[in-house]
C-alpha cells in the first residue's frame, strides 16, 4: 500500500526567502506526482505535474523535482511572498483505475 | 479552461434531508471524481467515474449516492446523512483515467449536517 509522507507539517519563513517542501513516498512504482495548493475552506488548485519520467517540472517561481528511486519529490518556492501562504499537498498516482494517495499536507505560512 | 464548477458552494442539511450536490466541467475530460475532505485532513477518494460508468466506489454508505448523467456533469445525492459526514466535498476531473493526466479540483462543497 502506498504511503506518503509530507515534512515539515508546517513552516513559517520571512518573505523573500526560498523554500523547500518535502514529499516522501513508499512505492516508487508511480504514474505521477501532483503538487496542489489549497487555501483554508478552498478547492485544490494544481501547480505541478511531474510524470513518472521526468525529473522535474517548473512554472513561475516553483520547481518540481521528482527522484522515483529514492521515493521523493520536492517543492522549491522561490522568493516567497506572503501570497504563497496555503497548504501544500502532494498526491502520487499509483494506479490505472484512478487513486491517488495524498500526503497530510505542510501548512506554509509567509510573514511580511 | 481549465475549471471544474461546483453547486453549491455552501449547503447545511438535517439528518431526514434529501440533497445533492452537482459538478460540472467542460474540458471534455472522461473521469470525474468525488472526494470528502475532513478539516486538517487530506482529500479521501469516494468514487471515481470514467466514460459515465462508476470505476470506483471506496466503499461509500449507501447514503451517499453518484450519478453521472453525461460526460460533463457528475452528481452526489444525499440521504439520510450523519452529522460526522459534515465536511468539504470536493469534485475533481482529468482527461481519463490513463496515468499520467492531472487532476482538477473544484472548488467544493461545505455540507453541513444538523
Known amino acids: 500500500k502506498q504511503e506518503v509522507t509530507q515534512i515539515p507539517a508546517a513552516l513559517s519563513v520571512p518573505e523573500g526567502e526560498n523554500l523547500v517542501l518535502n514529499c516522501s513516498f513508499t512505492?516508487?512504482?508511480?504514474?505521477?506526482l501532483q503538487w496542489f495548493r489549497q487555501d483554508p475552506g478552498k478547492g485544490l488548485t494544481s501547480l505541478l505535474l511531474?510524470?513518472?519520467?521526468?525529473r522535474e517540472q517548473t512554472s513561475g517561481r516553483l520547481n518540481a523535482s521528482l527522484d522515483k528511486s529514492s521515493g521523493r519529490s520536492t517543492l522549491y518556492i522561490a522568493a516567497s511572498q506572503p501570497g504563497d501562504s496555503a497548504t501544500y499537498l502532494c498526491?502520487?498516482?499509483?494506479?490505472?483505475?484512478?487513486?491517488?494517495?495524498f500526503g497530510d499536507g505542510t501548512t506554509l505560512t509567509v510573514k511580511p | 479552461d481549465t475549471e471544474v464548477t461546483q453547486t453549491p458552494k455552501h449547503l447545511v442539511m438535517g439528518m431526514t434531508n434529501k440533497k445533492s450536490l452537482k459538478c460540472e466541467q467542460h474540458?471534455?475530460?472522461?473521469?470525474m471524481y468525488w472526494y470528502k475532505q475532513k478539516a486538517k485532513k487530506p482529500p479521501e477518494l469516494m468514487f471515481v467515474?470514467?466514460?459515465?460508468?462508476?470505476?470506483i466506489n471506496e466503499s461509500v454508505p449507501s447514503r451517499f449516492s453518484p450519478e453521472c448523467p453525461n460526460s460533463s456533469l457528475l452528481n452526489l445525492h444525499l440521504h439520510a446523512l450523519q452529522p460526522e459526514d459534515s465536511a468539504l466535498y470536493l469534485c475533481?476531473?482529468?482527461?481519463?483515467?490513463?496515468?499520467?493526466?492531472?487532476?482538477?479540483f473544484g472548488p467544493g462543497t461545505r455540507l453541513t449536517v444538523l
Open positions: 512505492d516508487s512504482a508511480i504514474y505521477n
Open positions: 467515474y470514467s466514460y459515465e460508468k462508476l470505476s
Open positions: 474540458m471534455g475530460h472522461r473521469a
Open positions: 498526491a502520487v498516482r499509483t494506479s490505472y483505475a484512478g487513486k491517488s494517495t
Open positions: 511531474i510524470q513518472s519520467s521526468q
Open positions: 475533481a476531473s482529468s482527461q481519463d483515467l490513463q496515468g499520467g493526466n492531472e487532476q482538477f
